[in-house]
């Protein structure tokens, strides 16, 4: 795996358990680290926001082809 997908699946896994806590105990980590709403935390929300679409491509382009029958 390159570095690049392993930041990625972190980052992934960082803001997954993030909203997690949010959902279960209205509790927001990157805003309790890094404060509500600034540079930091909102630079951390785009990190996680840019590696589910950096994800998500390479999981789409990694799909094999599918062979459709015509007929």
Not at 22 to 41: K, Y
């Amino acid at each position: 795996m390159k570095t690049t997908e392993i930041l990625a699946t972190v980052l992934l896994v960082v803001g997954g358990l993030n909203w997690g806590l949010v959902g279960a105990l209205d509790f927001d980590l990157v805003a309790a680290l890094f404060g509500e709403m600034t540079a930091a935390a909102r630079a951390v929300y785009v990190l996680v926001g840019v590696a589910a679409v950096y994800r998500g491509a390479t999981l789409l382009a990694s799909r094999p082809a599918r062979v459709v029958a015509h007929g």
